[in-house]
């Protein structure tokens, strides 16, 4: 970068970040500073709010040394981070913990739930598409170290599907017994992964492999902001 940047995640780098940009004030070009900031308020006041009026009184923004690039990640913190350890942290202990002794026996089977979401970009819905990734991908690199053990290592992916969580009418949506019937023939199967349901294999190949990046990103990102805005 061809300036000092000064990247601040949530409240608890704020402590310091008078005294950085006291310091960075001194270089010849003034800093930019990043802000990634969740929307959960803390003490009745945004996170934004509260930096701002902090950073105020310290004297640090006048309007002129400082440039500020305010980046929002969306959702309420706390509840992303459980949705990070029950979709990853939580897959990747339990395997750890299971696997070796399925490996001593010379048998077992692991299925990790990922979702057709981990194959594409999933704006609006981009901690859980994310975290559906992390779980594909592990679980192809398990699998790869476990090949030819007597052990099973496979991920499947269902679209949506019809359960308590999840009511919303869609189009093509799956009933639990499809995605039961999915697990069953995957554990037959040989390869790291399977997508629920013939028409969503092809979703999946054309989206995570056909289409570019961008493209894919655009289209799924309609779709889940639509799906926001009616939730």
Avoid at 26 to 52: D, I, N, Q, Y
Avoid at 175 to 197: C, M, N, S, Y
């Amino acid at each position: 970068m061809d300036r000092r940047t000064l990247l601040l995640c949530g409240l608890a780098s704020l402590l310091s970040a008078a005294a950085s940009l006291a310091a960075a004030q001194t270089a010849e070009r003034p800093p930019r500073v990043v802000m990634l900031l969740g929307t959960t308020e803390e003490g009745g006041r945004p996170f934004k709010e509260s930096f701002l009026d902090g950073m105020r009184q310290a004297g640090q923004i006048d309007g002129r040394t400082v440039r500020i690039d305010v980046l929002y990640s969306e959702g309420d913190p706390a509840r992303m981070r459980a949705l990070i350890d029950l979709n990853a942290a939580a897959v990747t202990e339990l395997t750890s913990l299971l696997l070796p002794g399925m490996l001593a026996r010379g048998h077992g089977a692991i299925v990790n739930i990922a979702s057709t979401a981990a194959y594409a970009p999933a704006p609006y819905n981009a901690a859980y598409g994310a975290s559906k990734a992390f779980v594909l991908s592990y679980t192809r690199a398990v699998w790869a170290e476990t090949n030819k053990t007597g052990v099973r290592v496979v991920a499947v992916s269902p679209a949506a599907t019809e359960t308590p969580m999840n009511t919303r009418p869609v189009p093509g949506k799956r009933q639990p017994e499809h995605v039961a019937e999915t697990v069953i023939k995957a554990l037959r199967g040989r390869g790291p992964a399977v997508v629920d349901g013939r028409l969503n294999t092809v979703q999946t190949f054309v989206f995570g492999r056909v289409l570019p990046s961008r493209t894919a990103a655009r289209i799924t990102g309609r779709f889940f902001r639509k799906a926001a805005l009616k939730s």
